[in-house]
C-alpha cells in the first residue's frame, strides 16, 4: 500500500504483479493512511473535505471531521483519532466512541504494540494505556506548566 499523488494505491502481491488496484481514487485528496496488517481495514484522510474516511470497496464511509492524529491497532480493530482535542475510536462505520478522560488529549501514539494517549487536566499530565477499546488504565502522571517541561526518554 502506497501514496501516489493523492491516491491510495495497493499491491494485493507483489510478487505476481507490480500493477496497483486503486484504492482511494484521486477525488479524496489523501494525505495520510493507516491500515491493518492484513491491509483489509484501511482508513485515511481526505484533504479535500477534512474528514478521516474508511474505504469500503473503494468508497470512503465517513467517519470523522477533523480528525487529528490517527492510529489503527490491530490488537483491537479499530482506528483511534483525536477530534476537537477529544479521544474516540471507530470501527468501519461512522459510529465513534468517545473516551472520556481529561480535558485536552495532546497524543494517541504506538508502542511495542501497545496503544497509548496523552492528556492534560489542570496543569496535571497523563499517560494512558488502553487495556480495551475503550478502558485505559494510568501509566504516569506529574504537573508541569508545559508538556515540554518533563523528559520521557526515561519512561520507556
Do not use: W
Not at 20 to 47: H, Q, T, W
Not at 73 to 78: I, L, P
Amino acid at each position: 500500500l502506497y501514496q501516489d499523488g493523492g491516491e491510495l494505491v495497493l499491491i494485493p502481491d507483489i510478487a505476481k504483479s507490480r500493477d496497483g488496484e486503486r484504492v482511494a481514487f484521486g477525488l479524496y485528496n489523501v494525505e495520510n493512511f493507516v491500515a491493518s496488517k492484513d491491509l483489509e481495514d484501511i482508513y485515511y484522510y481526505n484533504m479535500e473535505d477534512d474528514e478521516l474516511c474508511y474505504n469500503k470497496k473503494g468508497e470512503g464511509v465517513h467517519i470523522a471531521d477533523d480528525a487529528e492524529n490517527f492510529l489503527y491497532s490491530d490488537k483491537y480493530g479499530v482506528v483511534y483519532y483525536i477530534e476537537d482535542d477529544e479521544l474516540f475510536y471507530a470501527g468501519k462505520t461512522a459510529k465513534s466512541k468517545k473516551i472520556v478522560c481529561g480535558e485536552v488529549v495532546t497524543s494517541v501514539f504506538e508502542l511495542n504494540g501497545n496503544i497509548y494517549f496523552t492528556f492534560v487536566e489542570d496543569d496535571v499530565y497523563s499517560i494512558m494505556k488502553m487495556k480495551s477499546k475503550g478502558k485505559y488504565e494510568t501509566v504516569f502522571e506529574y504537573e508541569a506548566e508545559s508538556i515540554f517541561d518533563f523528559d520521557f526518554s526515561d519512561l520507556f
